[in-house]
């Protein structure tokens, strides 16, 4: 990490006060599994609805084309 000095400059020029740099504890140091259940539960839950929406949009393109364009019906497209 970097490290910045919190001192005037004659104080740094004249040794000052001794300090010692204490290190910081891991700041991500995993809590318990329970946290992370629950938010993996939360973004899968969001992505299963983005993907619902995303097909639905697609599904309904496909309708509309297939009502625009001239011979074309449901029956068909379902049987490929």
Known sequence: ????????PQEVL????????TPRAHPYSPKS???R????EKRRA???EVERRRRDKINNWIVQ???IIPDCSMENTKSG
């Open 14 to 21: 004249q040794g000052g006060a001794q300090r010692t740099i």
């Open 1 to 8: 990490g970097q490290f910045f000095v919190m001192m005037s």
């Open 65 to 67: 084309l297939s009502k």
């Open 33 to 35: 599994e329970a946290p």
């Open 46 to 48: 969001q992505h299963n």
């Open 37 to 40: 259940a629950t938010r993996d």
